[in-house]
Nanobody, 124 residues
Framework: QVQLVESGGGLVQAGGSLRLSCMAS????????LGWYRQIEGKQREFVAA???????DYGDFVEGRFTISRDNAKNTVYLQMNDLRPEDTAVYYCNTDLKWMPYVDAWWAVASWGQGTQVTVSS
């Protein structure tokens, strides 16, 4: 069973930065595609970023060059560096350690179980 520890969230002013971390155990980490999702209050969970085992990287349209996903397989950790944060980025951010690419719908599908998430709050 996959266990995730997400951290790095917090309260930041608009324009600020945060770095989220997600350490995983019990997964085939290095061989899997990894990703971050977020859930804004009252809305469905949405895709933020993905990084494949081979280094392919995708971002949600709203990222607009502000976020960077990376991975450290030796530490079983995936990161999300978030810069130029906006109030609309306020959400609970979740990582997932097993994403599958679905070519027929041109989207990633999160397969593994979710962690507890980390709250990101951006004040204006």
């Amino acid at each position: 069973q996959v266990q995730l520890v997400e951290s790095g969230g917090g309260l930041v002013q608009a324009g600020g930065s945060l770095r989220l971390s997600c350490m995983a155990s019990g997964s085939n980490f290095s061989a899997n595609s990894l990703g971050w999702y977020r859930q804004i209050e009252g809305k469905q969970r949405e895709f933020v970023a993905a990084i494949s085992a081979g280094g392919r990287i995708d971002y949600g349209d709203f990222v607009e060059g502000r976020f960077t996903i990376s991975r450290d397989n030796a530490k079983n950790t995936v990161y999300l560096q978030m810069n130029d944060l906006r109030p609309e980025d306020t959400a609970v951010y979740y990582c997932n350690t097993d994403l599958k690419w679905m070519p027929y719908v041109d989207a990633w599908w999160a397969v593994a179980s979710w962690g507890q998430g980390t709250q990101v709050t951006v004040s204006s």
